[in-house]
């Protein structure tokens, strides 16, 4: 079994209260192939929420004390992002998951890209916090631009 970001699965639990389906990973939850968790909303967030991105870094930064987690009118919900991250990593150990595709360009779940923290849609290249998280805990994490990969290796 893999995990999943909720919102490739199909539920509607971003920040605008919007999913970005894949429909082909909604099939393997439907399969009982794969396990959906929202580490955001895990951690408390309300759907819609605020739109937060990382500003001093990544999540690993976060994770560091070196970074907090701000919504657009600097809110800090760095708190609330890191439990997400903990209580999804449990969800996950929970269900032996060692694997999960990731919602790419976000403070939670992005891999290789989150945006740069000042709320003009550009990106960085760096780790979501739950990614971080999973990362520092032996998960392996996959974007969802990649997701094929971790998929044809379940198989």
Not at 53 to 79: P, R, Y
Not at 124 to 142: D, K, P
């Amino acid at each position: 079994m893999i995990g999943i970001s909720a919102c490739l699965g199909g539920v509607c639990c971003r920040y605008d209260g919007q999913a970005k389906e894949i429909t082909a990973l909604k099939k393997l939850v439907e399969n009982g192939q794969a396990m959906l968790v929202c580490p955001e909303v895990l951690g408390g967030l309300p759907i819609p929420r605020e739109s937060a991105e990382i500003s001093g870094g990544d999540g690993f930064d976060v994770w560091n004390g070196d970074a907090k987690v701000l919504t657009k009118t600097g809110e800090d919900m760095t708190t609330l992002f890191k439990q997400g991250a903990i209580t999804a990593h449990q969800k996950l150990v929970e269900q032996n998951i060692t694997s999960i595709i990731l919602k790419e360009n976000s403070p939670s779940c992005g891999s290789k890209s989150i945006y740069d923290g000042t709320f003009s849609g550009n990106h960085r290249n760096g780790a979501g916090v739950a990614t971080a998280y999973f990362i520092s805990r032996g998960l392996e994490v996959v974007s969802e631009n990649d997701w094929q990969t971790v998929v044809d290796h379940e198989k």
